[in-house]
């Protein structure tokens, strides 16, 4: 099932994600839903407060041109450790509609997580990969790439991320507008 994506600034993508405890049937549906959701807009990467539901869950598909044979599920994802080597790449980001800019990060990652069994993995990644988990891990802690950026080029965006924020730029999948209540959602 395709969900709507959350807009900016509505206050679930400010929510810092609560860890998921139990592996049941709903957090399984919840990863699948997600990357239909991700696929459906086009997306590489999605976090589960970005379709409304405030749990460490994030979904990763770069393709198969990026050497990934199956997509990325991680619950609890963190970052154990990263490199002094940075790297600048433009991003976007499926909540924030037309908006892009550069962000400086670490280059490599290791990024510590359960799959859906429950087995914990350690994954070193690099690239666009240890971009985009970077990426959805900041989306659980509340953060956008837009805080990424200095002070200067934040305020250069105002206006665009009002327009996201007022209606006044939507996508071509369905959305929460940041204005919006949160609809009442079952207990994952």
Request: net charge negative; hydrophobic share 45%.
């Amino acid at each position: 099932m395709i969900l709507p994506i959350y807009l900016y600034d509505h206050p679930v993508l400010r929510q810092k994600a609560e860890p998921i405890e139990e592996i049941t049937p709903d957090i399984r549906q919840l990863a699948q839903n997600m990357l239909q959701t991700m696929y459906a807009a086009q997306g590489i990467g999605l976090a589960a407060n970005q379709v409304g539901v405030p749990r460490q869950l994030i979904v990763i598909d770069l393709g198969r041109e990026e050497g990934m044979a199956q997509p990325l599920i991680l619950l609890n994802p963190v970052l154990e450790a990263v490199s002094e080597e940075t790297d600048q790449m433009e991003e976007g980001c499926l909540s924030l509609p037309e908006l892009r800019d550069v962000v400086v990060r670490p280059a490599a990652v290791q990024v510590r997580y359960l799959d859906l069994a429950g087995r914990e993995h350690r994954r070193e990644a690099a690239g666009l990969l240890a971009r985009v988990i970077q990426h959805e891990i900041d989306h659980l802690h509340g953060i956008y790439f837009i805080d990424r950026l200095s002070p200067v080029r934040r305020l250069l965006l105002r206006r665009k991320l009002d327009r996201i924020a007022q209606g006044n730029v939507l996508p071509p999948y369905p959305v929460v507008l940041g204005t919006a209540p949160v609809e009442q959602r079952p207990a994952l």
